[in-house]
């Protein structure tokens, strides 16, 4: 890869060796005119505690950090810590598991865990960058375990097919961003209300033949599509193998890395994938990946208990 466009692990640690640095790096992205209060939103006022990094907003009477207000808050994890954990998860292709960063940074699987949650949780933030315009190709696919995998008393012994897994949705603009989520049914109610929520009025939807898309060339889109069923997978430019190849790396990741995801928390893994096709592209700078991240981490939280309920 070219070394413009990436750092290695050796860089990073040499350009955030402690929590001082870390902290440093975090204030001055989230707050690059001068602290302000995520309380209040004041920049008045503003008085340093007695331990560095700990501040006082006068104006409201609150005490507060960096963290303050992100998936960071409440976190006793060193930010040094967190920003490798960062690091790793806008880097590694197809994601890294709980167990190899607890092993990484030095915590225990559970605290990981947590903290890969959490980073997924900011992965889901909005960009900011509105809805998806120009050629949308749109797919449906199915996540979870295989029936031959399973124990006996879990199998469904349903055959080949969708039953007991999860319906994920993608939408990929022609040469930008994905969108992909968990929807609850593929009928035509919840994969066309999933175009009408993220694609502007006048983009060209490229679709398979699936009876669900059918009435979608409207007064809003124009829709093409290709016959899967027929054996055709592109006609000219119409085609939907760009958000196929994203389901490809999807899979890869869920199957090679993570084993087992439960329909509960699929949602973050979509999301941490889709933050990786989109703002953490690999041919952006690494520290521009993680300042995307870094931004979307901003208004988010997840605790624990939300975790686990």
Known sequence: MNDRVTISTFQLFALFPDQESARRYFEER?????????VCESGKRISVRK?????????????????????????????HKWLYAMYLLVTARKGISSLQL?????????????????????????????????????????VGGREANKHAHKKLHAGRGPVGKTPVIGLRERGGRIVARPVSSLNAESLQGAIYRHVAVG???????????????????SHDTVNHGAGEYARGAVTVNGIESAWAVLKR?????????????LGRYVHEFTFRLNDGDVKRHTIERLN??????????LTYAELTA
């Open 30 to 38: 989230r707050w690059p005119d001068g602290v302000r209060c995520p």
């Open 51 to 79: 331990r560095v990094g700990f501040y006082r907003c006068a104006t409201c009477a609150e005490d507060f950090t960096v963290r303050t207000g992100t998936i960071f808050e409440r976190s006793h994890v060193p930010l």
């Open 102 to 142: 607890s092993k990484e940074i030095g915590v225990t699987q559970k605290t990981a865990w947590f903290m890969l949650h959490r980073l997924r949780e900011a992965c889901g933030g909005d960009s900011g960058l509105g809805k998806l315009r120009g050629i949308v190709e749109v797919d449906e696919t199915h």
């Open 203 to 221: 983009a060209t939807i490229h679709t398979d033949e699936a009876g669900a898309y059918a009435d979608l060339g409207t007064l809003f889109y």
């Open 253 to 265: 990741g869920l199957v090679g890395v993570y084993h087992h995801v439960t329909p509960k928390h």
């Open 292 to 301: 995307a991240l870094l931004a979307l981490s901003v208004g988010r939280r």
